[in-house]
T-cell receptor
Framework: AQKVTQAQTEISVVEKEDVTLDCVYE???????LFWYKQPPSGELVFLIR????DEQNEISGRYSWNFQKSTSSFNFTITASQVVDSAVYFC??????????WGAGTKLIIKP | KAGVTQTPRYLIKTRGQQVTLSCSPI?????VSWYQQTPGQGLQFLFE???????NKGNFPGRFSGRQFSNSRSEMNVSTLELGDSALYLC???????????????FGPGTRLTVL
């Protein structure tokens, strides 16, 4: 069965440190999509990035970067120079054969001032 | 463009009652999906509606139902509420739909349902 694993339940770092959130997915599909979402305390899931299975190019957006490696079925997310406002729960998800989202359990990120 | 809106934001009901939640998608989006989020089970897919038709369904009992109107607004209904239905219910819209290639879903703020 398809599955997304976010092994880190909670990470706590001091502001300005770099932090990497891990995501490992399992799929038998050759075409699939990977996503990261952020859920601040308000509850709304905020879309961060979408990547398709044929595009292994890493992406950088400001302080955020994503490393997609098909060989290890990983799609890790790094925040550089973390800020208190980055505190949230971060979810990784992949699509199944019906393009429904399969979600990881989430990683709670705490940035201390 | 306005984002996805959900009403009400908070709801308290008692066991056995029924509830209806509403979702207005981003203008132009035709697909609406519903998710249940609980601390124990995480995010679980309920169903997806596209052009007023339910196209995909998750593994939930028949007490959970939904519909979509011609303007793409969607409602979900839960009948005979149980304590375990207490959750954050999230609605997401996408253009065009999940069945299309990995369409990105944009989420509303959710409705927090408490069943007493």
């Amino acid at each position: 069965a398809q599955k997304v694993t976010q092994a880190q339940t909670e990470i706590s770092v001091v502001e300005k440190e770099d932090v990497t959130l891990d995501c490992v997915y399992e799929t038998r599909d050759t075409t699939y999509y990977l996503f990261w979402y952020k859920q601040p305390p308000s509850g709304e899931l905020v879309f961060l990035i979408r990547r398709n299975s044929f595009d292994e190019q890493n992406e950088i957006s400001g302080r955020y970067s994503w490393n997609f490696q098909k060989s290890t079925s990983s799609f890790n997310f790094t925040i550089t120079a973390s800020q208190v406002v980055d505190s949230a729960v971060y979810f990784c998800a992949s699509t199944d054969s019906n393009y429904q989202l399969i979600w990881g359990a989430g990683t709670k990120l705490i940035i201390k001032p | 463009k306005a984002g996805v809106t959900q009403t009400p934001r908070y709801l308290i009901k008692t066991r056995g009652q029924q509830v209806t939640l509403s979702c207005s998608p981003i203008s132009g989006h035709r697909s609406v999906s519903w998710y249940q989020q609980t601390p124990g089970q995480g995010l679980q897919f309920l169903f997806e509606y596209f052009s007023e038709t339910q196209r995909n369904k998750g593994n939930f009992p028949g007490r959970f139902s939904g519909r979509q109107f011609s303007n793409s607004r969607s409602e979900m209904n839960v009948s005979t509420l149980e304590l375990g239905d207490s959750a954050l219910y999230l609605c997401a819209s996408s253009f065009p739909g999940l069945a299309e290639e990995g369409s990105t879903q944009y989420f509303g703020p959710g409705t927090r349902l408490t069943v007493l």
